[in-house]
């Protein structure tokens, strides 16, 4: 399939690099700066969702659109796509209780021997008497040759997993996968027809890690949109988990030994939970902004250019900090912001392409990617036919660098394509150099790869044109560390943007040269995230 591409489509996206061609774009450091100087100043009040400061930056974004004569592109023919956040609290007086083989029921304290946490959209969960089914990881990756499962049916039962994924080349190393994300394991688990899933953290009750798991569990939270419906979540120490197994006449040791691929789920039988458990729902309503350049010949299909506009806000959100009390969010993310911006008003001066491209401008990500996550539970243009997302988060400030990192190296075939496109300025693409940061999973292109939609995601360069890796590393581990969710992260008319303007370059040649071919990105065969894209291959053909 490569090959065949590179007679094509990037194929000429290359020549137009040496040649200059009438499409190429023109990138401007100094209208970047200027816009990133807009948005993250104090009276934007760090652009937190469903304040002031997030009418204020989509009305100016808006403005912008309409100045470039861009038509909306989210529902129903308007700019704003609502997505509705609940906060959940938990309400104090939950109650649980285990029953085992010989009928006997036993009473859990809820904050001492379980943590329990309601699921359900309605802010209540009641179990009586569910079964218990050990699943070891809760993985099933037939990519990867592994499957906790089995054949054991799990509908109307509750789930213990380990956190995590195994270890070793099988889950890509020293890179995470999303296998190892709980959010993972319970859309596998409700898949599967569970009501609940419990965590089994290998702790005894007295450890410190046990002691943190019941501090943060009374914490709010905000529900993802598209998230499993289950009924209950929580976690267990070890104690009560090898009581459970004891009463079962199972071994806990023995059947938590899960990281050899033989394992397969084992009924905790006899054993049954009851739960009863409450929250308090608190609804918070964003939105994320789209505008759309329609395309020519096949409008239906699109591709995206997505970033994340909010951040973590001002004296309202955080009270009791003295001082500087504004997070204005100049790099994360209205270094991004501008990006796609920017990145519209080149592609609206070029020739509408055959394909329609959207501009999104998600909320809620510093939330975790609530904005991106509703619009993949509830997208305005078919994930079938979204042909890839390119996300922008965080734009590079540096001179110029060889190397282009991008998260999820080894994913999918979007970074074969920007290959080829760095190689004709000399570059290289590389992976991040961070994989304790998890990178792939934590920002708005992620939502996307989890439904299908092949995503990919630029990052900081290390390896500069001047000075080399060593001075590249340390200047970004220094700007990181210093500013990086801090008040700090401020704009500064010093920030060199020569790399950004680099990097977004490629990306407009790897947007439009998709939006002008046929060609349809594909998951690597190793990628978690290839069957999901394969269930939808007769909306492609």
């Keep these: 399939m ?4 590179i007679g094509g489509g990037v194929a000429a996206a ?54 470039m004569g861009m038509e909306p592109g989210g529902p129903d023919g308007q700019w704003l796509q609502a997505v509705e956040l609940k906060r959940y609290t938990p309400v104090t007086g939950a109650t649980a209780s285990w029953t085992g083989p010989d009928g006997q029921v036993h009473v859990l304290t809820p904050g001492t021997d379980i943590v329990l946490r309601a699921v359900s959209n309605d802010g209540r969960a009641t179990i009586r008497d569910a079964g218990l089914v050990f699943v070891g990881h809760g ?98 120490p070890h104690d009560t988990a090898g009581v459970w197994a004891a009463a079962a006449g199972l071994d806990i040791d023995q059947i938590t030994t899960i990281a050899s691929g033989r394992f397969k789920a084992v009924p905790v039988r006899g054993v049954t939970l009851s739960v009863d458990v409450a929250e308090t729902i608190e609804t918070l309503v964003t939105h994320n902004l789209l505008a759309r350049i329609p395309g020519t010949e096949h409008p ?68 975790g990617l609530l ?64 994989p304790e940061q998890g990178f792939y999973y934590r920002s708005d292109h992620f939502p996307f790869a989890r439904m299908g939609v092949p995503a990919i995601m630029p990052w900081h360069g290390w390896d500069w044109v001047e000075g080399g890796r060593e001075a590249g590393e340390a200047a970004w581990r220094t700007k990181f560390a210093a500013d990086y969710h801090r008040p700090s992260d401020e704009w500064s008319a010093d920030w060199d943007l020569t790399s950004a303007v680099e990097n977004l370059t490629l990306l407009y040649h790897l947007g439009l040269d998709l939006a002008n071919s046929r060609d349809w990105p594909g998951w690597k065969p190793g990628s978690e995230f290839g069957a999901i894209r394969a269930e939808s291959d007769a909306a492609r053909q």
Excluded: C
């Excluded at 490569?2 to 591409?5: A, L, N, Y």
């Excluded at 401007?28 to 009276?43: H, N, P, T, V, Y």
């Design 2 to 5: 490569f090959r065949k591409m």
């Design 14 to 67: 290359v020549l137009m690099f040496a040649t200059g061609a009438a499409v190429a774009q023109d990138f401007s450091a100094e209208s970047l700066s200027e816009g990133i100087r807009i948005i993250s100043a104090d009276a934007y009040q760090g652009r937190y969702p469903g304040t002031e400061g997030e009418r204020m930056v989509l009305s100016w974004l808006q403005a912008q659109y309409e100045a």
């Design 139 to 236: 993985i099933h990756a037939p990519e990867r040759q592994w499957d906790d499962y089995g054949d054991v049916d799990v509908r109307g039962k509750i789930v213990i997993v380990v956190g995590g994924e195994p270890d070793g080349d099988r889950f890509n190393g020293a890179y995470a996968t999303n296998y190892e994300s709980g959010a993972y394991k319970a859309d596998e688990a409700f898949r599967r027809g569970a009501v609940g899933i419990i965590t089994l953290l290998l702790q005894p009750a007295s450890s410190p890690m046990w002691n943190g798991v019941v501090r943060g569990s009374g914490r709010t939270r905000t529900l993802t949109p598209g998230a499993a419906d289950l009924e209950v979540s929580g976690t267990v």
């Design 300 to 367: 239906d299909q699109t591709i995206i250019y997505s970033a994340h506009w909010d951040h973590v806000g001002g004296a309202e959100q955080h009270p009791t900090v003295t001082g500087d009390n504004i997070w204005n969010g100049a790099w994360d993310n209205a270094s991004g912001t501008i990006g796609v911006l920017e990145m519209a008003r080149q592609l609206s001066a070029a020739p509408r392409p055959k394909r329609s491209i959207v501009f999104a401008h998600m909320a809620a990500e510093e939330m």
């Design 371 to 434: 904005g991106a996550y509703g619009y993949a539970a509830d997208p305005v243009w078919p994930l079938e036919t979204t042909v890839a997302d390119i996300n922008i988060d965080m734009l590079p400030l540096s001179g110029s660098t060889r190397d282009v990192p991008i998260f999820g190296k080894g994913q999918n075939d979007l970074e074969d394509r920007l290959q080829v496109l760095a190689a004709a300025q000399g570059r290289y693409v590389s992976d991040d150099n961070m």
